[in-house]
């Protein structure tokens, strides 16, 4: 770890707090809102790679958990994370290093753009949908008592709008990975 890397944990991790001054989206099916802070998974792993991205969630975690306002909402607290979101939450650590592994693998210099764009997207895809799923949807049913059927079954209305954060991540990550070669040492 060096200066640099300290910098880039502290500025994604502000990066998440400013995405959560955009107002969450709630559906009334489902107790767990839509957040632009979600893409911050993708967009952290895939810029920063799996210890730099997972390192700045960490961050963020701990500014929620001493009570700091700065979740979609203007929520903080360790309150937060024994609630329905708290799975999504908590998380976010565990799916922005699998992003940033996968990233890691499949993105490289010198590769033709397409590959570049596919390997993000597969990154997002897998690490910030599929994996933060696997962790937030078992949480919401047993914070609730739905059943994970039902759980899984409300959260397919979130699909549209997190593919569409992993296009972003994906445009932004490579447009990052062009013109900033910071990336060639992820970590």
């Known amino acids: 770890m060096n200066t640099r890397d300290l910098v880039l944990i502290a500025l994604f991790a502000a990066i998440v707090v400013v995405l959560g ?4 989206i709630t559906l009334g099916f489902i107790p767990v809102p839509i957040t632009a802070q979600s893409m911050g998974v993708m967009l952290a792993g895939c810029i920063l790679g799996a210890k730099r991205g997972a390192l700045a969630f960490l961050l963020f975690l701990l500014l929620v958990a001493i009570g700091l306002p700065v979740l979609s909402g203007g929520r903080g607290g360790l309150a937060v994370f024994a609630g329905p979101s708290g799975g999504f939450i908590l998380g976010w650590v565990v799916a922005t290093f699998v992003t940033g592994l996968i990233a890691q693998r499949f993105v490289r210099e ?3 753009e397409v590959r570049q764009f596919v390997g993000f ?6 690490g910030g949908i599929v994996v933060l799923y696997a962790i937030g949807m078992p949480w919401v049913s047993a914070v609730t008592g739905t ?4 759980v899984a079954t409300g959260s397919l209305a979130f699909l549209p709008g997190d593919f569409l954060k992993a296009a972003i991540a994906t ?3 490579r447009a990052v990975f062009a013109g900033y ?3 060639p040492v992820r970590a």
């Open 171 to 173: 445009l932004a990550a």
């Open 181 to 183: 070669p910071l990336l």
């Open 21 to 24: 001054l955009i107002p969450p």
């Open 121 to 126: 997207f597969l990154a997002s895809v897998v």
């Open 147 to 150: 059943p994970l059927l039902a």
């Open 110 to 112: 010198g590769q033709p």
